[in-house]
């Protein structure tokens, strides 16, 4: 039987809008030529959560991943996830690999908390945060993690190792920094897309038989309005910690502000309560409790604080000085971010297979079984 060949790319924040506003005729011919679908994303909609739903084909109440920042209940002690050390379930990499699937496997990332978190499997692991010698021989000089430029340089990367080594299974994720401060009809969001295009269609020409697909982690939305739902609950005398899921080191994409966030109770009888407030605070769209949220969004249950807190298409969720601020900025985290395409080409699967994008991990481990 012939070695299959895969290639997954993830645009990070490379929703439906980013590709219709964009000049991407080598994206177009692969989904006149395969299948193109809007699907979900996993929600909370952020990088972290979507990129290792992909990557395992599950849920987080499965691979255990619910956010970019972990707060302990116990201590109160807060920890970036950019490890595998939170990371419950195996990658598609090592599935394949324990099957025998595949002989060789790559993984190219642009953030290295990305790569130290799904690595586990891999052959060849790339961030281009940080590239080995060999990628900045071929491909060039390191570029800025604030950059258009890293993610060309990352598919770039990719396209070498296909040449070079034809790994059987590679995936593929970029960076939303010019997402998150360009609209999809801005000149640097329509240069970033052409490009990027340019090399997909590039990558396709010289694999033209290699079985690919294209999805995103989330969608992108300007913001205007800014919550502390600690703050809020504060003005109640209710005691809480709320962290904003997006949280992580780069807070120039992120500003730590995003449509989801964790709120934890110093006091349980609060409970009720609190719930009940934040359900009649503007802005805030969609409000429950841990053991609700868990079952309706596949989430882990020990690790989301005691109330899950979805935002309206204009607010975010932060710490603040206030209850309530005014900003000027885009980010994800919300139910409104969750929409993404997933572009199949030479796929073995139907259109109808998928409904979220981490069915593109899990259709290919099912089928990796077989």
């Known amino acids: 039987m012939k070695q299959r060949k895969i290639?997954?790319?993830?645009?990070?924040?490379?929703?439906?809008?980013?590709?219709?506003?964009?000049?991407?005729?080598?994206?177009r011919k692969m989904a006149d030529a395969g299948f193109y679908k809007q699907a979900?994303?996993?929600?909370?909609?952020?990088?972290?959560?979507?990129?290792?739903?992909?990557?395992?084909?599950?849920?987080?109440?499965?691979?255990g991943i619910t956010s970019n920042y972990y707060l302990d209940r116990d201590t109160g002690e807060g920890k970036y996830i950019e490890d595998s050390t939170f990371l419950l379930a195996p990658t598609i990499f090592e599935i394949a690999k324990k099957n025998k699937s595949v002989e060789k496997t790559a993984l190219f990332v642009t953030k290295q908390k990305l790569l130290r978190i799904l690595h586990a499997g891999t052959d060849i692991a790339i961030a281009a945060e940080a590239p080995s010698d060999e990628y900045i021989d071929a491909i060039g000089p390191v570029e800025p993690i604030y950059s258009c430029e890293i993610n060309w340089w990352?598919?770039?990367?990719?396209?070498?190792?296909?040449?070079?080594?034809?790994?059987?299974l590679v995936y593929c994720s970029t960076t939303d920094w010019v997402q998150h401060k360009y609209a999809p009809h801005e000149e640097l969001?329509?240069?970033?897309?052409?490009?990027?295009?340019?090399?997909?269609?590039?990558?396709?020409?010289?694999?033209?038989?290699?079985?690919?697909?294209?999805?995103?982690?989330?969608?992108?939305?300007?913001?205007?309005?800014?919550?502390?739902?600690?703050?809020?609950l504060k003005q109640y005398r209710i005691s809480a910690n709320s962290i904003p899921i997006i949280k992580d080191r780069y807070e120039a994409h992120h500003s730590?502000?995003?449509?989801?966030?964790?709120?934890?109770l110093e006091h349980q009888r609060d409970l009720e309560t609190a719930i009940q407030t934040l359900k009649n605070t503007q802005g805030i769209e969609e409000v429950y409790s841990a053991p609700d949220a868990a079952q309706i969004f596949s989430l882990y249950p020990d690790r989301i604080g005691d109330i899950f807190v979805l935002a309206d298409k204009e607010t975010v969720f932060g710490v603040l000085d206030v209850?309530?601020?005014?900003?000027?900025?885009?980010?994800?985290?919300?139910?409104h971010e969750s929409y993404v395409p997933i572009i199949g080409y030479n796929s073995p699967f139907s259109v109808s297979d998928f409904t979220y994008n981490l069915d593109i991990g899990r259709l290919i481990i099912d089928s990796l079984h077989k």
């Open 189 to 232: 969001s329509q240069i970033h897309m052409f490009e990027l295009d340019k090399i997909i269609g590039e990558i396709v020409d010289d694999n033209p038989n290699r079985e690919i697909y294209i999805t995103a982690d989330h969608g992108m939305e300007e913001k205007t309005a800014a919550i502390d739902p600690s703050r809020v």
């Open 256 to 264: 730590n502000l995003g449509g989801a966030a964790y709120v934890f």
């Open 154 to 168: 990352l598919l770039r990367a990719v396209q070498y190792t296909l040449i070079k080594y034809d790994p059987d």
């Open 40 to 63: 979900h994303s996993v929600i909370p909609s952020v990088t972290n959560v979507n990129n290792v739903s992909i990557v395992t084909g599950s849920f987080p109440k499965t691979h």
């Open 323 to 335: 209850p309530y601020e005014k900003v000027s900025l885009r980010s994800h985290g919300s139910r």
């Open 7 to 27: 290639l997954i790319i993830c645009l990070d924040a490379g929703s439906h809008d980013y590709l219709e506003a964009s000049d991407v005729p080598n994206i």
